[in-house]
Nanobody
Framework: QVQLVESGGGLVQPGGSLRLSCAAS????????MNWFRQASGKQRELVAV???????NYADSVKGRFTISRDNAKNTVYLQMNNLKPEDTAVYYC???????????WGQGTQVTVSS
């Protein structure tokens, strides 16, 4: 059974940091591209960061220089280190796994991140 379980969300003050984790199981994690998306209330889901099976990364302009995506294939886990958080980063954050064909695309259940003083 495929599972993606996010953790690490919470309430943080502006300027603070959080590290999100997404633990994967039930598929060949190491060959999948892993993504972090977010969806703020009343807005469309947006792609935040991507890491390929080979370790290449890409980021949305809004988070470049502040967020870092990484993966540990031995632990089947992808991370999102978020620094210098801003109120506009408030959203539900989802990880997704993108396989070799569209048939193999999986989503986690999301974790809430709230940036507020």
């Amino acid at each position: 059974q495929v599972q993606l379980v996010e953790s690490g969300g919470g309430l943080v003050q502006p300027g603070g940091s959080l590290r999100l984790s997404c633990a994967a199981s039930g598929f060949a994690f190491s060959i999948f591209t892993m993504n972090w998306f977010r969806q703020a209330s009343g807005k469309q889901r947006e792609l935040v960061a991507v890491i390929t099976s080979g370790g290449r990364t890409n980021y949305a302009d809004s988070v470049k220089g502040r967020f870092t995506i990484s993966r540990d294939n031995a632990k089947n886990t992808v991370y999102l280190q978020m620094n210098n958080l801003k109120p506009e980063d408030t959203a539900v954050y989802y990880c997704s796994a993108e396989g070799p064909t569209p048939k193999y695309y999986y989503w986690g259940q999301g974790t809430q991140v709230t940036v507020s003083s």
